[in-house]
């Protein structure tokens, strides 16, 4: 498994403000994903972090909006831009450890950042 | 598509009793499938998996076997632990270049001893 540490761990934020969320995992990974999990829902993939080029993104979730970065193996950031309160959820960065078929399949999740938008 | 249905929740038993959590999925190909719990104030944990027909995946008591006939992936364990309260999350994966996790809507569970 992979240790993965999530920065802010929750934020309040006002309405037309941008936040960026740092994910940082303690050993190199495949694949890097971000999640939101809306109060009282269930989670919906945003996008794959790609290492070197542009995230891919999931129906209903824009680059303008939600721009990602993934530097190196080990690190990426989403960030929240033109925030409106329905903007207020739980995101989560996932990652993908194994190059191994049979593991390939095992996602690990860091905390967690509570976002409240005002 | 790709979906997943979760029995509706909250559920609420008392210590000792007999768990199941209904967990249906729709699918093209033949998905992963996954039980997830997220425990009070922490991040989600992967609590078991199979990866095809048939298997049954086990830990801390927990079990779940995946029907292809049904396209079921039911949560079970034969004595709860107040410990257990969590909410537990049915999810399933596919390969779209990467490979994606697509979640039920989870279901909280509460045991009081």
């Known amino acids: 498994s992979a240790v993965i540490s999530q920065k802010p761990s929750r934020d309040i934020c006002q309405r037309g403000t941008s936040l960026t969320i740092q994910c940082q995992v303690d050993s190199q990974v495949t694949m890097m994903f971000w999640y939101r999990q809306q109060p009282g829902q269930s989670l919906t993939l945003i996008a794959t972090a790609n290492q070197g080029s542009e995230a891919t993104y999931e129906s209903g979730f824009v680059i303008d909006k939600f721009p990602i970065s993934r530097p190196n193996l080990t690190f990426s950031t989403l960030t929240v831009s033109n925030m409106s309160p329905e903007d207020s959820s739980i995101y989560l960065c996932s990652v993908e450890t194994s190059l191994r078929v049979i593991q390939r399949n095992e996602q690990f999740f860091g905390p967690g950042t509570r976002l409240t938008v005002l | 598509g790709n979906s997943v249905t979760q029995m509706e929740g909250p559920v609420t038993l008392s210590e000792e009793a007999f768990l199941t959590i209904n967990c249906t999925y729709t699918a093209t190909g033949y998905p992963s499938l996954f039980w997830y719990v997220q425990y009070p104030g922490e991040g989600l944990q992967l609590l078991l998996k199979a990866t095809k027909a048939d298997d049954k995946g086990s830990n801390k008591g927990f079990e779940a076997t995946y029907r292809k006939e049904t396209t079921s992936f039911h949560l079970e364990k034969g004595s709860v632990q107040v410990s257990d309260s969590a909410v537990y999350f049915c999810?399933?994966?596919?390969?779209?270049?990467?490979?994606?996790?697509?979640f039920g809507q989870g279901t909280r569970l509460t045991i009081n001893p």
């Open positions: 999810a399933l994966s596919y390969r779209q270049g990467a490979q994606k996790l697509v």
